[in-house]
């Protein structure tokens, strides 16, 4: 009779190696144990000084100065808020580029300091692009805009540095330029009297005047001077610029009935000196000559 227990014995160890329904395909993996956690790596002590760091790249500065000179057509953002100083500044760079030179020390001394500068015995100014003459009558043109009240709030303004700081050489250049503006000389006490000219303070023209009182004014100041005296006595003024010019300051008052007898004796010899000045210079300058000669304020 035939014995079935190697049958049996084979489908028992078959039955033993049949795959766990768990790890068939299509099933996820196992997850694998995590490893036993790293020690603890011991705490260094504190170091006696702290590592030093790289400094940081210094900021680029800001860019609040603006040009001096544009190859552009100047806009009304490149004008606003400037000081006079800065307008004086921006015109005459324009004729400084030629060679122009100048009277005011405060002019010599910048252009002097610019290293482009070169100045010249005698300037052609036909080599002046059309672009330049539009912005010098441009910036002349705004200049223009700037009525008693705000030249006398930015005044003020200096006035109260005067006495709270030292007076900069910049707040100095724009109370001097403010006051010939006005035609008046109010507060400014910490500058030295010998620096004001009869311009900024026509007082000073009740005395007379010597040939150093004139030497830091241009042609179109010095013709400005000299009217001065004859406005002082009240007389009109036939010329657009000789008007709008008096016309801004509190003092004048023109009369009808003004006559040369009105002059003084000192008055009369202070003109003689001026003319002499104008004419060692060039020659005195009219409406005409007010504007080309110094572009309009050129070299003033």
Known sequence: MR???APLVLLGLLACQRPDPSTSAGSP??????????PALPIAPPLAEPIPTQPEEPAAPALTERPMYYERAILPADLEGRSLRELTLLRNTIYARIG???????????????????PRESVDESTLSELDLK??????????????AQLRDARERINERMRGEALSADDTVEFQLIAARLGEWQGGDEIDASQRSPLEDPDRLDQLLTVEHLADLSLRDLRLLRNT?????????????????????????PVDDF?????????????????????????????????????WFYGA
């Not at 005011?104 to 482009?116: G, M, N, S, V």
């Not at 008007?243 to 003092?251: I, K, N």
């Not at 007898?261 to 210079?281: G, Q």
């Open 135 to 148: 912005n010098a009558e441009a910036i002349v043109d705004y200049e223009a805009t700037f009525t008693p």
């Open 259 to 295: 006559s040369d007898a009105k002059l003084t004796a000192i008055d009369r010899k202070n003109i003689r000196l001026i003319k002499s000045v104008e004419a060692d210079n060039g020659g005195p300058i009219t409406d005409w000559g007010h504007k080309v000669e110094e572009g």
């Open 3 to 5: 014995s079935h227990a």
């Open 229 to 253: 005296i004859y406005a002082r006595r009240g007389r009109l003024f036939r010329s657009n610029l000789l008007r709008d010019h008096f016309g801004a300051m509190a003092w004048y008052a």
């Open 100 to 118: 122009q030179r100048f009277r005011k020390q405060w002019l010599i001394d910048y252009f002097h300091a610019q290293p482009w500068y070169q």
């Open 29 to 38: 993996a196992p997850t694998p144990l995590a490893p036993p956690p790293a």
